[in-house]
């Protein structure tokens, strides 16, 4: 008898959720396999998860678009569960290399999926994105409102990954999914020692935010300030990463203990709360003590003006809350740009 409630394969487990989720499974009592082909992460994560943890980790420098590499995973190690977070995530890269994103992200979760049916290993859990709701009709949205067309690449993926395991779900006797639909994944672990490592110029807010903190950028562009919201910028869910991971978790007993109502289920997994750009950077601002380049800049292509999740059907079928602060979050934040920098 081992110790262990079971073992859970993560795929992508060097990246920021990935991390985040390694860490909390491992702090739930699960033994966790970690991939990463290091494409779009650092050598460097790993050691942090090492760190937290206390003790060494399983991992496997593995492409997961290599099936033959992939294999020998499965061929080494007795896992239920697969949480599939190995993908891109550059949504303007999408619109410029489509066949980059179509590519990686679908060829390696076919993969994964073959392998899941081939090796009769039942649980799948893909990371999916509020993306799928694009510019919606009615908020908070729920796991029932109409998805909209996608309009990139990598939004496109995430609709078909989803698809896909839907119908493999429903063709496969022995395999159950679930989709948890990310919001806006901000912040960073407690430690400091894992958080985001955005390569380049970020796409995304609180990086930007965080390394103009640090000096790296000049200021921050408010991008639209004339939006149909009461301060004029955009709306989002921020989520934590620690609360992210948590849902995981949570994701991960419900399989493992068979707990799923259906074969293929979907969960939104934000806070229920929207914060705009402005007042998110303010808020950075106060809780930190510290102050930021900010101007209003036109507004970016793509962006919807606002988007939130209603999560009751997360906090009831999961039994999980977003519970971290959001002043917390921010500090965590910072506190993970300046271990990055070396700033005191
Ligand atoms: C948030 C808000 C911007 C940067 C994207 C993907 C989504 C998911 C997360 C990830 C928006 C504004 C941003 C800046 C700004 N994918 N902003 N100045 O666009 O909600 O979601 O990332 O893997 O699928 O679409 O997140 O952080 O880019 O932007 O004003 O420098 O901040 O306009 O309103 P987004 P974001």
Redesign the pocket.
């Known amino acids: 008898m081992s110790n262990f409630k079971d073992t859970v394969l993560v795929s992508g487990g060097a990246g920021y959720i990935g991390t985040h989720t390694a860490v909390a499974l491992m702090e739930a009592g699960y033994r966790v396999v970690i991939i990463d082909n290091f494409s779009n992460s650092e050598p460097s994560a790993i050691e942090g998860v090492k760190q937290i943890v206390g003790h060494d980790v399983i991992f496997e420098q593995v492409d997961t678009c290599r099936t033959d590499e992939l294999r020998r995973v499965f061929e080494r190690y007795d896992f239920s569960t697969v949480i599939h977070f190995a993908a891109y995530?550059a949504?303007g890269e999408s619109m410029d290399e489509p066949l980059k994103y179509y590519m990686n992200n679908l060829l390696s979760y076919m993969n994964i999926l073959e392998l899941m049916k081939e090796f009769k290993r039942p649980n799948v859990l893909f990371s999916s994105?509020?993306?799928v709701y694009g510019d919606a009709d009615v908020l908070p949205v729920t796991e029932n409102t109409p998805r909209k067309p996608a309009t990139s690449p990598?939004?496109n993926t995430k609709q078909m990954a989803e698809d896909i395991l839907r119908d493999c779900c429903a063709a496969y006797e022995g395999m159950y999914g679930i989709a948890l639909r990310y919001f806006?994944p901000i912040g960073a672990h407690p430690s400091a020692l894992i958080g985001e490592l955005p390569r380049g110029v970020p796409?995304?807010?609180?990086p930007?935010v965080t390394q103009t903190a640090a000096g790296i950028r000049e200021c921050?562009?408010?991008?639209?300030n004339d939006y149909d919201t009461e301060d004029g910028t955009?709306l989002?869910d921020y989520i934590d990463v620690v609360d992210l991971a948590a849902a995981h978790v949570a994701a991960v007993d419900r399989m493992t203990e068979k707990k799923m109502k259906t074969k293929y289920e979907i969960f939104n997994v934000g806070t229920g709360r929207p914060v705009s750009?402005l007042e998110l950077v303010t808020r950075f601002e106060k809780a930190n003590n510290l102050k930021l380049n900010y101007r209003f800049a036109p507004r970016?292509e793509g962006?919807v003006p606002a988007v939130w999740a209603d999560t009751a059907l997360a906090n009831k079928e999961l039994g999980w809350v977003a519970a971290r602060d959001l002043d917390d979050t921010l500090r965590s934040a910072w506190a993970w740009e300046k271990h990055l920098r070396g700033i005191k």
């Open positions: 995530k949504v994105s509020a993306t990598y939004g806006n796409n995304n807010l609180l930007y921050i562009s408010i991008f639209g955009c989002r750009v970016r962006d």
